[in-house]
């Protein structure tokens, strides 16, 4: 879903870097804010491709803005990204339509400090991001600017171009429509590690009775191909049925389940014969999996070479 743009590439640390920090004012503020850009993006995308997309929109305006008129850098970039963020999350609604299978988030290989930011780390998990896809394009960025971001509501008004009371009454559904979806609780890092800690042991040795003590009952598994790459085309529910389907399709081939940090959670990575295959993230509740999301789709590990950085 990359673009093919013919213009110039959004400057980035190495741009300031190698010309050995003598960047023009409008450069260097894209610079300072382009991982909070990014997060802003991601957040409301659900998709680093998608994200890098708004950002290289998102330079070629503010390039042509007129500083001296600008009184907050910060705020201004922000509500650039966050129109051409609701710009293609309209265009993306429409493709969505017709994806092959469950679509789930682009799964990102995150830096430890992620994990440290709670709410950050909360608001990027795949159980969130599936959440903030039930909202509306614009209750999203309300939603993600207020409580992610703590954005004031004058500030989101100019970015969604509403008024700030019409902000506060979008801000109010969106919380409640969020509340009545999102996980029961946050749980602690340590927690999701040690079930997925004991997921892996199970599965790389066909435990089925390990695998069955370790996911709810009502555990549901979602798998994001593509087309591409064979998954699961709908959601599969009930620890009986998960557990053998993941044991049936690990025992056909030698895989190596490897701990990673994605989305700032613990999360697992499967390689065959030493390529990245999939990205296995869970929700956890009461020391049970009650979420497991397998994305094997090819164009959404591209992020999955590198840490990407995330910025509040």
Known sequence: MTSNHSTPSEPTADTEARSGGGTD???????THRSLLFTVAYEMLGS???????LQETWLRWSG????????RRAYLVRITTRQSLTRLRA??????????????EPLLTAPDVAEDAELADSLSMAMLLVLETLAPTERAVFVLREVFDLGYGEIA???D???????????????HVAARRPRETVSKASTRDALEAFRRATETGDLQGLLDILAPDVVLLGDGGGVKQAVPRPIVGADKVARLLLGGMSKVTAALRPAQVNGHPALIVRLDGALDTVVTAH???????GLYAVRNPEKLTHMDRETALRR
């Open 25 to 31: 004012p409008a450069t260097a503020a894209f610079i």
């Open 48 to 54: 680093a491709a998608d994200a890098e997309d708004v």
């Open 65 to 72: 803005v007129a500083l001296d008129e600008v009184r907050d």
């Open 92 to 105: 993306l609604g429409r493709r969505r339509e017709s994806y092959v299978g469950s679509w789930l988030p």
């Open 158 to 160: 100019d970015a969604v």
């Open 162 to 176: 509403k008024s700030p009371a019409a902000v506060r009454q979008i801000a109010h559904r969106a919380r409640a």
């Open 284 to 290: 956890v509740d009461n020391g049970l999996i009650t």
